[in-house]
């Protein structure tokens, strides 16, 4: 008799985007006419750089002739990509990191969902809140969540690090034990960043206390201030305690083609039972390539071409094009006395509603005042409540039409 | 303290295929004029179908404009290709699936290897020796194997179905309690199959004993008699039974490419611990869609091409050159008197060593004496030991050459 994996259902449902779409969907129902505009959406809408373009189609005729086409290539990615990164993203930040230490793979969420399978059933996480949810949901699926609280709306075994306005978005360290912490900078929601000093701070306690950090770093490339880190590795003693998750999405425009890659420095080291040191980079060899067959050679291809000097120039110039978008929304809705964070080092802008508003009322006035859909900050966690996600995604005539509507609400 | 998943400690070394290399290695090393020819790699070798390259350049191409570029797709797959797989895959064996039961992934290896997550970690596992060693590690990882027996070779809570000549590679089914049932057909390594008959004994064994079928079927295209089922849906009442594995690697070409597709029918079902049911399909679309992202689009537009009437054709003289390759292999070992399965509806032959060799002395045999390099079966797992599987995924040319090289071999 197949029983199931139990730990599924405690899951909470994907209620976020979900309940955004029936909202939207019935205020267009009711107003057929209505022109929404979304900055909703954490995902890019500008074409690929010309320089991936012409990588991606020599890659495909390569295919198409006996002599050189590729069949299985290396599960962790062809070196012509791990070296690119290592020489272009992280030599130049003066990270050294040998081509063993990085993974490819087709995706964050996918490294970012798969980490904690190398780690013990009965690891403690911390997550901050608000937090992107594949980090939460993949440890309530392997069972280290605990019950889900319905009171607290979170789990019991989780820990939650806050982070508001109160703090400036910088959560403090954990008051209990854990082992895995996930730390996403530039943050995804709140669009916020610490600086290399405040980022030892989590290092320095990572080593004390024989934790791992699980280091998000998605949106890096719209780093534009100079103290802040672009890499983990910049802090020293990082490599002993933290796995660093990049991705091509965001940088690229790479949502649609799937490329990423994971760092694993070979001095970060777990225990077993017994406290015998176990190298972190072993098993992840082990599971990735037992349980993945390399990224499309095609994609690969597209990917390195942005370390060109063309590609290095068009993928800034995307860069700057979304980071405009997120000036526009910043400096329209603080001009109107809002209390508005992020978009300075990231394409999120995370808005404090007026008015005391709940996240979802917001939503709701935006929805039906402006006819602009964003994400209600609750919807990523309960410090998220009274919050609000605009993103800097959008083309350039909706964000500025969108902050004319804003404009228009009396806030 | 961050402790590991000790259950990677159980894993035993991928010895295989670096045990080959090694002694290929040295065997080039003391004898550097050798022409070696491998027929061991699972890998195609033939450029892809040019229905497919038009298709990837045409996909790269919308990603260039922004009017037609795409970012997320749908995790499970767009429409245009669940759709043709849906009508030509399945359709024309009189299989009506529905949209939400396919899930197009990048790999099947991928899917064999997470697919065990969704399921209780207690669930017994039952696979096929010779085995795809995917199987087993990733229900190694999960804690599923029990401890490693080192006399016997094998796991001791996993239970092994013996596939040999003497019962013409069909195991029996298994005596004791098992919830799981890895079935591999068109099987990898043997190049057996069964028929549809043998077939819906398995089906309804699960269905007496509701234990759940994973059906690895990643060489279906390779199927050339009319007795043996395409897909394990042809058999009554296997939509309440079974997940199918289905990839684009050996049917188009795709091993660089990334694209498979796994169905999970919505009579499938599990129970909890109450013994209440759970859909299957709810659970993996859960898992799949909090850790995985999409395929690439221009490979999900590759995969399509293939069920256009010129890459219908195109396919089929890609399986028909590797098919040639096979019956060569097999025609010129059979009239040496050697005892050769597969090769018919796969694109793998398992031999029966002569002169009751054991697996390893055979490849050094092979390897010293006529230059050819295999894969010894012991590799698959304790049945194997004995038996020695060949390609057919070699060029033209060295295919025959290969049997003419065996043919002057005293065997």
Known sequence: MTHINENFL????????SEIAKRRTKYIADNPNAEIISLGIGDVTRALPNAVIQAMHSAVDELAAPHSFRGYGPEQGYDFLINAIIEHDY???GVELAGNEIFVSDGSKCDVGNIQEIFSADSIIAVQDPVY????????????????????KRFD????????AENAFKPSLPKDNVDLIYLCYPNNPTGMTLTKDELKVWVDYARANKCVILFDSAYEAFIQE??????IYEVEGAREVAIEFRSFSKT????GVRCAYTVVPRELKGFDASGNDVLINDLWNRRHTTKFNGVSYVTQRGAAAIYSPEGKEQIASLVRSYMSNAETIRDGLASLGLDVYGGVNAPYLWLKTPQGLDSWT???K??????IVGTPGVGFGQSGQGYFRLTAFGSRENTEKAVERIRKLAL
Chains 1, 2 share one sequence.
């Open 157 to 164: 075994n989780i820990v939650y690090l806050d982070c508001t």
């Open 91 to 93: 030599k130049t930040r």
């Open 133 to 152: 949810p594949v980090y939460v949901d993949t440890n309530v699926m392997a069972g280290r969540s605990g019950k889900y609280n319905e009171a607290a």
């Open 226 to 231: 100079a103290d802040v880190p672009h890499s």
């Open 252 to 255: 690229a425009g790479f949502t």
């Open 362 to 364: 917001f939503f709701d």
């Open 366 to 371: 935006l929805l039906t005042e402006a006819n």
């Open 10 to 17: 405690e899951l909470q449902g994907s209620y976020l985007f």
